[in-house]
Structure formats: structure tokens, C-alpha cells
């Protein structure tokens, strides 16, 4: 479905690549689907982690064997995560860890700089996000990006990818009678340095449920969200936009013989019980 949608043969090794939108628009079900296809691959995925909403149990349905994964959960700054980033890297290159790997982080917008976690901790206000841009610039425009994208080169043993989940918001319009527009967090330095960046969701709207009735009872299975590739260094053909279903495994195509043929395999499974993967700690 994905690569039906986005007219890409895939994600691409060796690169940077950012998903942003709001919430709720799909943006982990990329993360994860690359996760599971890297893994059939022989590619190892790293995921790091600040998103408390991580779902483990969503990534094993969509066929992630987190055994087979690196997980480093609970990064608190940026600077704590570039610096996990940079000593895989470091690994690969000495041999320590001879395998091409896929860094998943979920997600950089919820990831706050060492400064600016310092002043919400000390109750103080304003300036944060300028910090936060600035050191992605830094650490990540600057350094990372150079040194993932040199790992295409013959003389790297092993590749690296990453892929960034962001959230976005939504900016008001630059003038009169102009339409609003989706801002990553953090600034535009990602976008800068990414080869491949897609956006789900609408500028102003979210997404929407697809719903199916089983025994009188009507309920959500998938989402239904734009995916959109903003910007592309890989090939000459993308898509400008276009619908995508996600769902418990994975994308799937907006189209009626996909979604019958996925009603067919999994209806079964559907239906009003407890399933901690629906159910929040919170609830």
C-alpha cells in the first residue's frame, strides 16, 4: 500500500527521512512497518524512544520482533538520543556491531533540548522550541545527517538509517487570504538535511475512522489519513497527495477489494472484549 500510495520502491538505506503531521494521523504505523520490513531484510531497527504512547503490542501485530531489535526507551533530550545515535554509528564502523541497521525515533518533536527540559523543570517559560531548533541544527543538520548519509559509501562497512516521527502544528497564514500551513517541531533543520519527508494528515484536519458493524455493533478498524510526499532527493516521481488506511498491520490501500480482502482475514478477531492494545493506562 505504501509503496502504491507514495509511487516510492521503499525507504531508502543509507538516508535521512522525516514523517511529521498532528496526532493521530498514522505517523507510527510508517516507523513500525519499515521496522517489520527491515527486519525480513536482516536490517537491525533501533528504535528510540520518548513517546510515552509507544505501543509494543501494536508493533508485535504488525510483525516487529522487538527480540531481534535494539531498544533504547525514554530518551529525554536530544542531545541524549544524538549521542546514542552517534555511538551505534561509532559500532558499526569499529566492527562491534557488524549489521546495517534502521533507527526508528518516536518521536523527535515530543523531545525536548537539554536547556529547554532545564527550565520546565525550574517552572520557567519562552524560548524553548528556538533552543530545541537550534540544537537539532546542531547535532543533527550539521553532524548526524553527514555522517549517516557517508555510510552509503563503500568505505562504511554497514548502512544507517533513521527515520524521525514528528509532530507538527499548525502556523497561521504569512498574509492575508493565504492558507495555513503544517510546521515540523524543531524547525526546519530535519527537513533540511532529509533526503525523503512525508506528511500525514491534513494541514487543519486529522484523520477519519473507517468503521465496520459485526453483531449489530459498529466500530473503528483503520484510519484514514492523507500521506503526502513533501519532499523527495530520491527519484523523479512521488505523489503529491493521496489517501492511506492504517490499521493493527500496517497500511493498507484505500480501495474496496483491499478492505474486503482484510475484513476477510481478521473479522474474526474483531470484537467488543478487552484488548489492551485499545485500552490506555490512563483509562
Known amino acids: 500500500a505504501f509503496k502504491e500510495v507514495t509511487k516510492l520502491p521503499g525507504i531508502p538505506t543509507g538516508h535521512i527521512i522525516m514523517n511529521y503531521g498532528k496526532s493521530d494521523t498514522g505517523k507510527s504505523t510508517m516507523g513500525l512497518e519499515a521496522a517489520a520490513n527491515a527486519q525480513k531484510l536482516g536490517i537491525i ?9 509507544f505501543s509494543f503490542e501494536r508493533g508485535e501485530k504488525m510483525g516487529v ?5 535494539i531498544v533504547h526507551n525514554g530518551v529525554a533530550t536530544i542531545e541524549e538520543g544524538c549521542k546514542y545515535v552517534k555511538e551505534t554509528l561509532d559500532a558499526q564502523e569499529s566492527g562491534d556491531l557488524p549489521y546495517d541497521v534502521l533507527f526508528i525515533w518516536d518521536s523527535i518533536g ?11 523543570e525550574e517552572g520557567e517559560s519562552g524560548g524553548g522550541m528556538m533552543v530545541t531548533a537550534r540544537v537539532i541544527r546542531e547535532e543533527i543538520t550539521r553532524y548526524l545527517g553527514p555522517r549517516v548519509n557517508a555510510t552509503r559509501n563503500d568505505s562504511f562497512p554497514y548502512t544507517s538509517t533513521i527515520i524521525f516521527i514528528n509532530h507538527a502544528y499548525t502556523a497561521p497564514p504569512s498574509m492575508p487570504g493565504a492558507p495555513p500551513s503544517l ?3 524543531g524547525g526546519d533543520g530535519i527537513y533540511y538535511v532529509a533526503t525523503l519527508v512525508f506528511r500525514t494528515g491534513g494541514i487543519v484536519g486529522r484523520s477519519s475512522k473507517v468503521t465496520a458493524t459485526k453483531n449489530g455493533d459498529e466500530f473503528g478498524f483503520a484510519l484514514k489519513t492523507d500521506l503526502i510526499v513533501q519532499k523527495n532527493h530520491i527519484t523523479n516521481v512521488s505523489t503529491s497527495k493521496a489517501k492511506i488506511l492504517c490499521t493493527d498491520h500496517g497500511f493498507l490501500l484505500d480501495d474496496k477489494e483491499a478492505i474486503a480482502a482484510y475484513k476477510k482475514e481478521y473479522a ?9 492494545y485499545w485500552v490506555s493506562k490512563e483509562d
Open 268 to 276: 474474526s478477531d474483531w470484537d467488543l472484549k478487552y484488548d489492551e
Open 183 to 185: 510546521v515540523p517541531y
Open 110 to 120: 515530543g523531545t525536548p533540548s537539554e536547556k529547554e527540559l532545564g527550565k520546565k
Open 65 to 69: 520482533n522487538f527480540e531481534d531489535a
Open 45 to 53: 531497527p533501533v528504535f528510540i524512544i520518548t513517546e510515552n504512547k
